[in-house]
């Protein structure tokens, strides 16, 4: 695992948010006000922040001054996304790379989702179709000792 940024965010309590590509259209209200909930405690949350949805998430984290842990899917970052840099250059970012590939696949995501739940707390997602990637690991993480929800 190679990290960049604020290592001392692992320590913290981290939740997991995962969020469908192809969510059903209620999933991106709820993400929006779980976001902004979350947003007034000091939890962490640790995504790939790739989807539309948690993209959205996002944005309401880093407008809300939250600190937060970017799971890739690919190597780390040579040069620090704009958006993010100001909140990387305040010390309110840590990312995490599973695998030392350059290209993001199916395969580093899948891998990176697990990982991501496996170093969280607790999981969080929007609802999803059934049909969707995310329901082995929602059927996973709920048989297992970690908390997990999907929103509401």
Request: charged share 20%; glycine share 4%.
């Amino acid at each position: 695992m190679d990290l960049s940024g604020n290592k001392e965010l692992l320590d913290r309590y981290l939740v997991a948010f995962f969020a469908s590509r192809t969510a059903p259209p209620e999933a991106l209200d709820l993400a929006k006000r779980w976001a902004h909930e979350i947003a007034q405690t000091d939890k962490i949350v640790i995504s790939g922040f790739h989807s539309p949805i948690e993209r959205a998430v996002l944005d309401i984290l880093l407008s809300g001054g939250c600190s937060i842990v970017v799971a890739l899917g690919r190597s780390l970052y040579r040069k620090i996304p704009m958006h993010l840099q100001p909140a990387y250059d305040s010390n309110r970012v840590l990312f995490v790379s599973f695998r030392d590939y350059s290209r993001p696949s199916f395969s580093n995501s899948q891998t990176r989702n697990w990982l991501t739940a496996d170093l969280a707390s607790e999981v969080v997602f929007a609802p999803f179709d059934n049909s969707s990637q995310l329901s082995s690991l929602h059927y996973s993480i709920a048989h297992s000792s970690t908390p997990c929800t999907i929103l509401k």
